[in-house]
């Protein structure tokens, strides 16, 4: 089965700190995308960053960037300058190109951010 | 733009009840699903439909049964609730295949007492 594993239930930061949050996932195929998630408190579903397994390169949006290692099935979010908005839980989920789509979900990471 | 949009946002059902959630997008997209979503354990896949016409069970089905109804539309009903199903429903969708991410709903919060 194909899992996608996140260790840490919560975390804290100081507010302008950084903070890495950590995601492994089980695959054996080559083909598939890796996405953090976030949910704040008003239960919104909001994409933070997607990563294609067949880049290498890692990607970044502003404040938030991810280290993907391929090899090590890891694919772990940094957040740089942390605020008080990044507040939430952080979802890491693996959609598998041979899954009609669907997205597999860790089990989350609660962030608190902290001024 | 509207997005994803689910009705009813809460809901609060007696054991044995049926209730159906309604789920609609606009974005074109060829996939739907459903989700829930408990403490601790993450969102689990109930159904989902890869293009209209189609659906097929997900992680956690039973309990559960599913309409698309159009390319718009894809409803999850509950045929007879149980405090188990206690959770927060999310329907998302997505471009069939492609890095695009899934876009989803606000949520249904259901009480089943």
């Known amino acids: 089965a194909q899992t996608v594993t996140q260790s840490q239930p919560e975390m804290s930061v100081q507010e302008a700190e950084t903070v890495t949050l950590s995601c492994t996932y089980d695959?054996?195929?080559?083909?598939?995308?890796l996405f953090w998630y976030k949910q704040p408190p008003s239960r919104q579903m909001i994409l933070v960053i997607r990563q294609e397994a067949y880049k290498q390169q890692n990607a970044t949006e502003n404040r938030f960037s991810v280290n993907f290692q391929k090899a090590a099935k890891s694919f772990s979010l940094k957040i740089s300058d942390s605020q008080l908005g990044d507040t939430a839980m952080y979802f890491c989920a693996c959609r598998y190109g041979g899954s009609q789509g669907n997205l597999i979900f860790g089990k989350g990471t609660k962030l608190s951010v902290k001024p | 733009n509207a997005g994803v949009t689910q009705t009813p946002k809460f809901q609060v059902l007696k054991t044995g009840q049926s209730m159906t959630l309604q789920c609609a997008q606009d974005?074109?997209?060829?996939?739907m699903y459903w989700y829930r979503q408990d403490p601790g354990m993450g969102l689990r896949l109930i159904y989902y439909s890869a293009s209209e016409g189609t659906t097929d069970k997900g992680e956690v089905p039973n309990g559960y049964n599913v309409s698309r109804l159009n390319k718009r539309e894809f409803s999850l009903r509950l045929e007879s609730a149980a405090p188990s199903q206690t959770s927060v429903y999310f329907c998302?969708?997505?471009?069939?295949?492609?890095?695009?991410?899934?876009?989803f709903g606000q949520g249904t919060r259901l009480t089943v007492v």
């Open positions: 695959t054996s195929e080559n083909n598939y995308y």
């Open positions: 974005m074109n997209h060829n996939s």
């Open positions: 998302a969708s997505n471009k069939w295949q492609g890095r695009t991410e899934a876009f």
